[in-house]
């Protein structure tokens, strides 16, 4: 019995050690930008994917999505700017957002070119600078959760509207 729960403490451990670390989603504010460890465009749950990547065809571990999404807080609002390919792929494209939002089946506001994230009603906590000191990384949760520290909230959305903007502090 010790010797399995060894082994399966052991194996606990060397998962975390060989998880990769994924390409962050950047949020555009004004001239700063930030990191985001959660992915929103996840939550819509495309049949048809940006740049038609799967886990299997994803140009590296490090970017299972196969994308990263780039969104900008405008009219405290916040927009899909653009969708572009990981930085290990070769190709150095964008989606086309709005192609990808009507293959999908998905009605969408638009405005400049960037599609209103409507659908999202998130909170985003400040990461700790201990395993981003380069960065300043925000993490997604659910509003109802509340499983965060409120100190470390630092933006709420609702609606895809900003109900709360504390990123200047």
């Known amino acids: 019995m010790k010797h399995t729960l060894s082994l399966l403490f052991f194996l606990a451990c060397i998962t975390r050690i060989f998880a990769t670390q994924q390409q962050t989603d950047l949020l ?11 992915f929103p465009l996840e939550n819509l749950k495309f ?3 940006p740049f038609g990547n799967t886990r299997r065809t994803a140009p590296s571990t490090s970017c299972w999505r196969g994308y990263r999404a780039v969104w900008k ?4 609002k916040l927009y899909l700017e653009k969708i572009i390919r990981c930085n290990y792929d070769s190709k150095t494209t964008e989606q086309d957002i709005k192609e990808l939002f009507d293959l999908n089946g998905i009605k969408c506001e638009e405005k400049d070119g960037m599609i209103l994230a409507d659908w999202l009603t998130m909170s985003f906590y400040k990461l700790s600078k201990q395993h981003f000191p380069n960065r300043i990384c925000l993490a997604g949760a659910d ?6 520290k409120d100190k470390s909230l630092k933006l709420k959305i609702e609606n895809g509207k900003v109900k709360l903007n504390r990123l200047e502090e």
Do not use: A, M
């Open 47 to 49: 049949t048809t994917r």
């Open 73 to 76: 807080i405008e009219d405290n």
């Open 28 to 38: 555009i504010v004004e001239k700063d930008t930030f990191h985001l460890k959660t």
């Open 143 to 148: 509003i109802e959760k509340g499983d965060l």
